[in-house]
């Protein structure tokens, strides 16, 4: 047979169609070189997309394949599957008196696509009748055709016993058939998260989500192209309007039946321990593969592994994990019999691992405590057997897990049961969290009016008074509950260090909520460095003293700060594992005492936004629900330094959201007035009016900090509505009123204040003496913006931009490059005003982070790059990482990676690999 002419290169081949983390033209060279490859992969990855892009590739450039569709409805018949009515155009010409053979096949397929060596492409090949399959790889062994199979590594679901069986032979007859060398295997894993970011942005491209939601439609749809497609448009059509009151997240609601249906589908093919397994493992957030054997057979264990269902646990060995909405569907499918006799086993396993030392994971103990209950009452005799030490133990960490997921009726729930079963200072602190995250702070108050009776060591003392001045977060405390708290504390415990400790902290923070930086900064840092005191105290204040060093000016003595809070924190982290402040919660608060001291400082805001993704990570694989608004608060934090006005929206948005559903009313004043100030500056006047109305409400009684922010919120409105001297009288009281208070704050209002028209020379002075108490990079690059408005300096303002741009602040650069524009035209420096405008759109493109929007690379973009760029993308092209060049060169890491965005840009190359090719010296 004549091979099929090829190609002369690969780069003949036209563009191939959007297959996100897939590259069909890897697959057409295989083909046009007369070789055979099969795509196997899971229900819902992908592979019928895959070769229909191949397909469309292959049509391009000449080549007609064959096409034929498998289906479970004639899989038993030999030849069924190729003389049905499915395949109409190859069943016409393979009917009639004559069998079906292999020649009578490839006669047909050589007249039909014009070809000597045709292609053929077989989608869902798995259902394919046995006859027809081995005819088909017979052929292609032979080198008469060109196959392309897809398959599932199972066998799948059939109505026929011999319907199941014909697969199974179909499946062993592709697995010699690319073990034997005449096809190339091709394994599609599930998509990674840059692969989901990008597909979403296929699927809705009109819709901006927030970091924690692309996370979760990542960490839902289990890598599965399918599902991906269906969790986002469930995501559009839920995104909450920007004036809606009635803010839902993706989180983890119940899927819409749609979606059930698909899950349904996979489902069928389980067998009912399966299903059951799969639930369990699911609820309890990953399982030993001892435990899971305890559930159903070796041979079903693996079979759901093969399938997708499961998978490997990277971080535990030996464990396996659960898709997540795959086992959400089991729970309403499986026999309610089945799952809670299942769910006692591993219930009693876990107790019994218990009793031998090993540790029970909050998911865990969610688990056992559901299969003690029963209409909102323990089940008889569980106290009995197990003990009320243990029982009571894991009672309050299903109530703590189940209040992290948001779910506050079963997190009450618990935490009464809890305090039935032992009644103590912890299970009553429990409950009052419990009414707390409800909403219901009165009752959360009365429940600790016994708690004093409680109290039987001064650890007890500490954790009471900790929890009282955390419901000052939610039901704010004036001067006199203040010091009326510190006086009873004083009292409970005379003498002993760790009260004394707590005490001072009840002082610290009455002082941060006046915003009293001067005092909260050295006060705070006292206590952290106080040996003798409680260490989750220590923690606590320290990251607030670097909150009050940074609002001083002081950001390398804050981080600094923060180093010792880590430090602390590493020491003890098995004691505190279990407890309501574990190491890993407290690892959280200071990241974001971090996070805000470099977004009010400017330094290294580009490390907080990488990490930023390692924890939503972790918190949406734990499930962590409280933990998913903190971090979309500290995301909104991050875009709105770099000037992202739709990305803040979008995080806000969701943040309150996130709150919403774990911690009511805690953190919800303050985003609604951040929330808008952020409707305001994107110009949805009234929708920023409904949000700060409704903020207004939840701050009265509220504290000066939070009266700041509203005030803040307030001056932003008045600015973006025109009103300038309605602004200029706000931000005139406020400059008074912060003079005495820090200058990072008066920074900011000079700047404001220049900006709403106030003679920049008369200001100047003032900025130049808050430069001079401060090490804030941000501040320094302001205060040079300010002073070449000032003096109409151009080139300046081209400088300043250049410092912001690198502090990674792309908003006020791209404002300050505008500025310069203006002046070079002004001037008649046609080609300065020209690249001052490229500067402004490079960072307007920046700040929203669309580096998939490169322009397409010209024939002398070259020719744009700086020395410095030239030599970085040098350097790049040898194999340098970031930090070495930064090392090499006396730079910032982060100056390196403004150099290198900005060449990218330029050249309209986005990989560090090929950036060379744009950076030839013309």
């Keep these: ?40 992969a899971p229900l819902g990855f992908g592979k019928t997309l895959l070769a229909e892009a191949v397909g469309e590739i292959l049509r391009t450039v000449g080549i007609e394949p064959l096409n034929i569709v498998g289906t479970a409805l004639s899989n038993s018949v030999p030849f069924g599957s190729l003389t049905n009515g499915s395949n109409l155009p190859l069943a016409l010409a393979l009917g009639g008196r004559e069998p079906a053979t292999p020649a009578r096949l490839l006669a047909h397929a050589v007249d039909s696509t014009h070809s000597p060596v045709p292609v053929i492409m077989v989608d869902d090949a798995h259902l394919l009748d046995a006859h027809s399959i081995h005819a088909l790889c017979q052929l292609a062994s032979a080198g008469a055709i060109a196959l392309l199979l897809t398959s599932e590594l199972v066998p799948a679901l059939s109505t026929t016993e011999a319907g199941l069986q014909a697969t199974s032979t179909t499946l062993r007859v592709l697995e010699e058939f690319w073990i034997s060398g005449g096809a190339e295997r091709i394994d599609l894993g599930p998509l990674s998260p840059a692969d989901s970011r990008d597909l979403v942005a296929v699927f809705a491209p009109a819709t901006r989500f927030d970091r924690v939601t692309q996370a979760l439609l990542h960490s839902r749809s289990g890598g599965s192209r399918l599902l991906l497609r269906e969790l986002t448009a469930e995501a559009v059509r839920t995104q909450p309007l920007t004036e809606d009151g009635d803010l839902r997240t993706l989180a983890f609601p119940s899927p819409p039946q749609r979606i059930l249906d698909i899950l349904a589908h996979q489902l069928r093919a389980l067998t009912v321990t399966q299903t059951s397994a799969l639930a369990i493992i699911g609820s309890a957030n990953g399982m030993s593969e001892a435990r899971a054997l305890m559930i159903c057979e070796s041979a079903e264990l693996r079979d759901l592994v093969q399938r997708g269902y499961l998978r490997t646990a990277a971080e535990q060995v030996g464990h396996v994990q659960a898709h997540t909405m795959l086992a959400e569907a089991a729970v309403a499918l499986c026999d309610a019999g089945v799952l809670r006799d299942q769910t006692a086993v591993i219930a009693a396993a876990l107790l019994a691992d218990r009793g031998f030392g090993l540790p029970t994971t909050p998911a865990e103990c969610m688990l056992i405590a559901g299969s003690w209950t029963s209409c909102g ?12 030490s243990v029982v009571a133990d894991v009672l309050l960490m299903a109530a703590r897990r189940s209040r992290s997921l948001g779910l506050s009726d079963k997190a009450l729930l618990y935490a009464r ?180 001291v470099r977004c009010m400082s400017g330094f290294d805001v580009q490390g907080v936004s990488d990490e930023l993704d390692t924890w939503i990570d972790s918190s949406v694989n734990g499930h962590n629900q409280g933990n998913l608004g903190f971090l979309g608060f500290v995301a909104a934090q991050v875009a709105q330094f770099r000037g992202d006005l739709a990305g803040t929206e979008a995080e806000l948005r969701m943040a309150e959201a996130h709150f919403s559903r774990s911690d009511p009313n805690y953190w919800t004043p303050w985003l609604r007035c951040l929330h808008a100030s952020s409707l305001a500056r994107m110009g949805l006047m009234e929708a920023a009016r409904s949000k700060m109305s409704t903020a207004r409400r939840s701050l009265e009684g509220m504290d000066a900090f939070y009266q700041f922010e509203s005030d803040r919120s307030d001056l932003e409105f008045l600015l973006r509505s025109g009103n300038t001297d309605g602004a200029r009288l706000l931000a005139t009281r406020l400059h008074e009123s912060a003079e005495d208070r820090d200058p990072v704050t008066r920074a900011w209002l000079l700047d404001v204040l220049v900006q709403l028209g106030a003679p920049a020379r008369d200001l100047s002075h003032l900025l130049d003496r808050t430069v001079a108490e401060t090490d804030s990079p941000l501040i320094v690059a302001l205060a040079r913006r300010t002073r070449a408005k000032a003096e109409d300096d151009a080139a300046a303002l081209d400088g300043a931009a250049a410092d912001l741009s690198e502090l990674g602040a792309f908003g006020l650069a791209g404002a300050a490059s505008d500025d310069a524009a203006r002046l070079h035209d002004r001037d008649g420096d046609c080609a300065a005003a020209a690249q001052s405008r490229e500067d402004a759109e490079l960072s307007s493109v920046a700040s929203r982070g669309l580096t998939h929007l490169l322009p397409p690379r010209g024939p002398h973009s070259g020719a744009l790059l700086t020395g410095r760029e030239r030599e970085i993308s040098a350097l790049v092209s040898q194999g340098l990482s970031n930090r070495a060049i930064a090392s090499d060169l006396f730079l910032s890491v982060r100056t390196v990676e403004s150099h290198l965005y900005k060449a990218r840009v330029k050249t309209g190359l986005s990989a560090r690999s090929t950036l060379s090719a744009g950076t030839d010296t013309p």
């Design 1 to 40: 047979m004549a091979a099929v002419k090829k190609p002369g290169n690969r780069k003949l081949f036209p563009e191939a169609p959007v297959v996100i983390g897939r590259d069909p033209r890897d697959i057409v060279e295989i083909l046009t070189n007369a070789r055979s490859a099969v795509i196997f």
């Design 377 to 388: 009452t323990l089940v008889p005799g569980i106290v009995a057997k197990w003990g009320s």
């Design 417 to 596: 049961l809890t305090a039935e079963v032992e009644s103590s200072l912890r299970a009553t602190i429990e409950v009052s969290r419990a009414l707390a995250g409800a909403g219901r702070y009165p009752a959360a108050l009365d429940v600790l009016a016994t708690a004093e009776d409680m109290l039987g060591v001064p650890t007890d003392g500490v954790k009471l008074v900790r929890w009282r001045v955390s419901l000052a977060k939610f039901t704010p405390m004036t001067a006199q509950d203040f010091a009326a708290l510190a006086e009873q504390a004083s009292g409970w415990f005379p003498g002993n260090i760790l009260m004394q400790g707590e005490v001072e902290f009840i002082g610290l923070t009455h002082s941060m909520q006046n915003m009293s930086w001067t005092t909260v900064a050295p006060q705070g840092e006292s206590l952290a460095r106080n040996e003798d005191y409680d260490t989750v105290t220590r923690i606590r204040a320290a990251c607030l003293s670097a909150i009050g060093h940074a609002h001083e000016g002081r950001t390398a003595h804050a981080l600094g700060v923060l180093d010792l809070a880590t430090a602390v924190n590493q020491q003890d982290r098995a004691v505190r594992h279990a407890d309501i402040y574990s190491s890993d919660g407290l690892a959280l608060e200071i990241f974001y005492s971090g996070a805000a």
